[in-house]
């Protein structure tokens, strides 16, 4: 995985680990919350995971990875090929990303409040369109190859 993110969109999202650790699941559960008023989202997603708690945990376990690793994304390819792999299970398609997009960046404002500044959203903005780009191009590989 190569680093294109600006260093000044790397310094930003680093700079947000520590809010991560501490408001990563807040915001998750409440990104879930956003996304879900579209049945047709929630069924790309393990109920009994969203039930259990599971899910809201692991998608803030990995934001707070890239957000303590965005200066050194190598570290992370692992868990790019196993949420590349699980996506292409529940048939994640490209025109999906949007939605998630629209349901995160707001939860993290929607949690935050007035604490994140909007260069910080403009940043996660960034950072998530670039994260979205390498795992829609992981995912087009694993459908064009039928894993």
């Known amino acids: 995985m190569s680093a294109s993110l600006s260093p000044e969109t790397i310094s930003i999202i680093k700079s947000t680990a520590p809010v991560m650790r501490q408001h990563g699941v807040a915001i998750t559960t409440r990104m879930y919350e956003r996304l879900f008023v579209d049945p047709e989202m929630r069924r ?25 690793n965005a200066d050194n994304l190598d570290v992370l390819k692992d868990s790019v090929e196993r949420i590349a792999a699980r996506h292409a299970a529940m048939s994640v398609k490209p025109e999906h990303y949007p939605a998630v997009a629209n349901a995160l960046l707001p939860a993290i404002k929607d949690v935050l409040g007035d604490a994140v500044e909007e260069r910080i959203m403009n940043a996660w903005g960034e950072a998530y369109w670039f994260l979205a780009e390498i795992l829609k191009s992981r995912e087009d590989s694993i459908y064009k190859r039928g894993e």
């Open 44 to 68: 790309l997603f393990d109920e009994a995971a969203q039930k259990s708690g599971e899910q809201p945990k692991r998608l803030a376990a990995a934001l707070l990875a890239f957000a303590s």
